[in-house]
């Protein structure tokens, strides 16, 4: 575990790297990405690329410039891109989708993570004077601040039916598909063929240390390979980075059931405790948002109540606590963590209601 103190469930993005992925690292044929001359880097991008079914992929930094890549390579300046109200690319992006990119978002809501394909009808106006072009649908899968939420192939299916009808391109910002993808229990293929192209990321469930991958067609990709540059993404001897990469994608991808697994452990012991509420349809993949407001005290007091019990969680929201399993965190943990939740909110409700 990452702070070996704590039980540290703020996010998947705390893993730390497996002794195979640093062996890989050590001995990984390198060279200058710029020039397409590492070994490494090629060869993790075609895994990733014939993984996900699509022409090509791209190796970048992180989740968010795989996004902010994507966003330009998608559209033009002062076009509009209709995404999820709650999605990531519109809450956590520092607003790059708008500072850098040059788009306006145009924030559809949703009760579990994915809009209705009438919603982009809807969100698409006729052409006017007056607005700007719509260019670009984007959908989350699993989708963050929904709880880890899935979205099926077939809600993607009618979302790009929908998306063509007006001409737009679907895009999937896929931080964590392959969590959808094993708790749908389909191949990924069946979540990326109904996209124009998307990202995911690596040092999320997967346990790498850095990295995201921009897949799509062969067009696409060379125009993002340009934006990457630009944004000061092009990296030479990235293969230090692709080693781990091949290796997250050979052998990580099926252990992230255990995390689904731990995950369901606690959402339905937490659900039990007075003063907390967690909705137990969002537990689809790996993540638990706890509801607090019963509990009637200030979201930090809690946080910090579990600090001291050595439990570590991150803060979604008034009222919203997120609890994240992932590598590193085994059965035990989760029951320590259950354990912590029960004497925090025992606590609290004794002071509260005595
Ligand atoms: N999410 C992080 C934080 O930024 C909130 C987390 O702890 O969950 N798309 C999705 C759906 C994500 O959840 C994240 C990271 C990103 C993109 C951005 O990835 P990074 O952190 O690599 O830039």
Redesign the pocket.
Known sequence: MPIHKYIDL????VTLPTDEMLEAIRHAKLGDDVYREDPTVNKLEEMAAAKMGKEAALLVT??????LVSLVSNTQRGQLVILESE???YW??VGGISTIAGLLPWPVKSQYGVFEPEQIDAAVRPKDIHFPEPALVCV?NS??RHGGTVVTPAQLQAIHEAANRHYLKLYM?G??IFNAAIALKVDVKELTRHVDNLMF?L??GLGCPVG?VVVGSNEFIEKARKVRKVLGGGMRQAGIIAAAGIVALEKMVSRLQDDHENAKRLAEAIAKIKGIQVDLKRVQTNMVLLNTSGLKVDDKFVLSKLKEKGVLV?MMGKHTLRM?THLGIERAHVEAAINAVTLTADEINECVFT
């Open positions: 703020r996010s998947d993005t992180s989740g968010t410039q795989a996004n999605s990531h690319m956590y992006e989350e989708h963050n910002d931080a964590r990321c040092s999320k995201s991150s994240v």
